[in-house]
């Protein structure tokens, strides 16, 4: 069988195809069916739903800057096993990306405009944990996710009553990060050192901010 070896040039067209199709989730496929389908669409008030959309939104945005810090990491990865295992987590983060996408548009609304700028930045701090090693690298998704899943477990006190199907999806999503989370750390994920946690906090908070709006 023919194999082709990939340039650098081929491998950089490669990311930002898999950037642009992420960014704009005309790419994603899902290989679960959303737990949304699972309970029927509600009848919600018009400021229910803005406020359902906006959370989705966010989710939506963290999924994108989860899928490019997974990729940022796998390309410089130094050990093949934590490279798969990057890998893997980042096919259950396209599930979340698409559910969440399919959420909003039953919310009749849209992801953040500034999606391209999220992986972006999330990219690049992938790749340089990658570059300082593995065990920081596997460290920066045990608290990427132990702070994911903290702020899914807010969402879901924030999301109105009647909306199961968001429920349902922000649920499989929080269970699905404290696995990934869990995951890095018992394959040596180390804890990262002050202010790096504080630093992420920040950052995190002013997407939430901005992508909650656009």
């Excluded at 930002?16 to 949304?36: C, D, F, H, N, Q």
């Excluded at 739903?49 to 939104?57: C, D, I, Q, V």
Aim: aromatic fraction near 4%; glycine fraction near 6%; charged fraction near 20%.
């Amino acid at each position: 069988m023919f194999t082709r070896n990939l340039s650098r040039s081929d491998l950089a067209l490669i990311e930002i195809e898999r950037a642009l199709g992420t960014s704009s989730g005309v790419a994603a496929e899902s290989t679960r069916p959303s737990p949304a389908t699972a309970h029927a669409e509600a009848e919600l008030s018009d400021d229910e739903r803005r406020r359902a959309a906006g959370l989705m939104r966010v989710n939506h945005a963290g999924e994108v800057c989860a899928q490019a810090l997974y990729s940022g990491q796998a390309a410089l990865a130094r050990d093949a096993a934590t490279r798969t295992r990057l890998l893997a987590a980042a096919a259950e983060e396209t599930d979340h990306l698409v559910w969440c996408g399919e959420r909003l548009d039953a919310l009749h609304s849209a992801p953040s405009v500034l999606n391209p700028l999220w992986y972006a930045g999330s990219f690049a701090i992938g790749a340089v944990a990658a570059l300082v090693g593995d065990r920081v690298s596997l460290g920066f998704v045990v608290e990427t996710e132990r702070q994911v899943e903290a702020h899914l477990g807010e969402h879901l006190h924030k999301l109105p009553a009647a909306d199961a199907r968001s429920r349902a999806v922000v649920t499989q999503m929080q269970a699905d990060e404290a696995r990934h989370g869990a995951q890095a750390k018992a394959a040596g994920g180390m804890d990262l050192p002050a202010p790096i946690p504080s630093l992420m906090r920040l950052a995190s908070a002013v997407m939430k901010a901005v992508a909650y709006r656009i």
